[in-house]
């Protein structure tokens, strides 16, 4: 009788810690973090997180917040904060769906997500509920999207702080007394950078002068950027007037970019630039200034012709030689 009322205290406290949070308070990865910690604690992860702009907004990124607690607990609330003069938060939720990994494999009561973007803060909390009234916990709470909304001065840098606080985050063990617990916070730095990626000149294989008829032309090259390259594209055109484009890859071997221009008949003059963009958005591009490069189609033939003639020349040259050498 004893036991079958103290599971009904523990369920009615299971609903009202779960319907408390409710009243006062999301990217699903499914992994640990990168950065662990082994006692009670509460982290996000990535801890440091570093972008560049040319002073454009709207990047986005995300972090997850991460719990550990060695003892057994019964519910928990956490409260990630933010500055809403640099970044807002776009949306956030429990890491697996529906409910945390923090609780995994034991029935929980998930309350909403509230993300509070005047005040700076993105609040989640679940509790056990009967029979699991009890349980140690370990793996990821919740996911934060952010969208960045303030530059950084020119050529400078805009730092902030990303923080679970004690005061307002926390766990519960079965009587409801508050687990002492270790938080770790997450900065992130916008930094300024106006210098588009250097573009080398490019290479083309075959090369320009022994391009046959429909062959496949691959032309390679070299990109760099400080703040890393985020994409870089090929142009080219047979006409001068209709321009196709092809993505450019990073060769992993050779360090350097590569796309291929399609095979065209002889006689065609095909011309082409390239286009590079840098995480921050700048451009670059390839040749800054006409002329762009360019090379022109052989038909096959013609390199055929090209031995026949030279074998043939060099036969008339002995022979004349030879003549010459014998007459008196």
């Given at each position: 009788?004893?036991?079958?009322?103290?599971?009904?205290?523990?369920?009615?406290?299971?609903?009202?810690?779960?319907?408390?949070?409710?009243?006062?308070?999301?990217?699903?990865?499914?992994?640990?973090?990168?950065?662990?910690?082994?006692?009670?604690?509460?982290?996000?992860?990535?801890?440091?997180?570093?972008?560049?702009?040319?002073?454009?907004?709207?990047?986005?990124?995300?972090?997850?917040?991460?719990?550990?607690?060695?003892?057994?607990?019964?519910?928990?609330?956490?409260?990630?904060?933010?500055?809403?003069?640099?970044?807002?938060?776009?949306?956030?939720?429990?890491?697996?769906?529906?409910?945390?990994?923090?609780?995994?494999?034991?029935?929980?009561?998930?309350?909403?997500?509230?993300?509070?973007?005047?005040?700076?803060?993105?609040?989640?909390?679940?509790?056990?509920?009967s029979p699991d009234s009890k349980a140690s916990g370990d793996g990821s709470?919740?996911?934060?999207?952010?969208?960045?909304?303030?530059?950084?001065?020119?050529?400078?840098?805009?730092?902030?702080?990303?923080?679970?606080?004690?005061?307002?985050?926390?766990?519960?063990?079965?009587?409801?007394?508050?687990?002492?617990?270790?938080?770790?916070?997450?900065?992130?730095?916008?930094?300024?950078?106006?210098?588009?990626?250097?573009?080398?000149?490019?290479?083309?294989?075959?090369?320009?002068?022994?391009?046959?008829?429909?062959?496949?032309?691959?032309?390679?090259?070299?990109?760099?950027?400080?703040?890393?390259?985020?994409?870089?594209?090929?142009?080219?055109?047979?006409?001068?007037?209709?321009?196709?484009?092809?993505?450019?890859?990073?060769?992993?071997?050779?360090?350097?970019?590569?796309?291929?221009?399609?095979?065209?008949?002889?006689?065609?003059?095909?011309?082409?630039?390239?286009?590079?963009?840098?995480?921050?958005?700048?451009?670059?591009?390839?040749?800054?200034?006409?002329?762009?490069?360019?090379?022109?189609?052989?038909?096959?033939?013609?390199?055929?012709?090209?031995?026949?003639?030279?074998?043939?020349?060099?036969?008339?040259?002995?022979?004349?030689?030879?003549?010459?050498?014998?007459?008196?």
């Amino acid at each position: 009788m004893v036991k079958i009322m103290l599971e009904k205290r523990f369920a009615i406290a299971a609903t009202v810690i779960g319907l408390m949070l409710l009243m006062v308070f999301a990217w699903p990865n499914g992994v640990k973090a990168v950065e662990s910690h082994t006692g009670n604690a509460m982290w996000i992860d990535p801890p440091t997180l570093n972008f560049t702009t040319n002073g454009a907004t709207g990047s986005k990124f995300n972090v997850t917040v991460y719990g550990n607690v060695n003892v057994t607990t019964f519910t928990y609330q956490c409260m990630l904060h933010f500055d809403p003069s640099q970044i807002v938060c776009d949306r956030a939720g429990y890491t697996a769906t529906a409910t945390s990994q923090f609780f995994a494999g034991h029935t929980t009561f998930p309350v909403p997500v509230v993300i509070n973007n005047a005040t700076g803060s993105v609040t989640s909390g679940e509790t056990l509920l009967s029979p699991d009234s009890k349980a140690s916990g370990d793996g990821s709470i919740m996911w934060v999207e952010f969208t960045i909304i303030s530059a950084p001065p020119t050529n400078g840098t805009l730092s902030s702080t990303l923080y679970v606080d004690p005061s307002d985050s926390f766990f519960l063990d079965t009587v409801l007394d508050t687990i002492l617990m270790d938080t770790f916070n997450a900065t992130y730095t916008l930094t300024f950078d106006a210098t588009p990626p250097t573009i080398q000149a490019p290479t083309q294989t075959p090369p320009a002068n022994n391009t046959g008829e429909n062959e496949i032309v691959t032309v390679s090259v070299n990109v760099t950027d400080d703040g890393g390259v985020n994409n870089v594209t090929l142009f080219y055109t047979p006409d001068n007037v209709t321009w196709d484009t092809a993505s450019m890859s990073l060769n992993s071997t050779t360090n350097l970019w590569t796309g291929t221009i399609p095979g065209y008949l002889n006689g065609t003059t095909v011309q082409y630039n390239i286009t590079a963009f840098d995480n921050a958005g700048n451009m670059g591009t390839y040749p800054t200034a006409p002329p762009n490069p360019s090379y022109t189609v052989l038909p096959e033939l013609t390199f055929v012709m090209l031995i026949v003639l030279l074998t043939t020349m060099t036969a008339m040259i002995v022979m004349l030689r030879k003549k010459f050498v014998r007459s008196p």
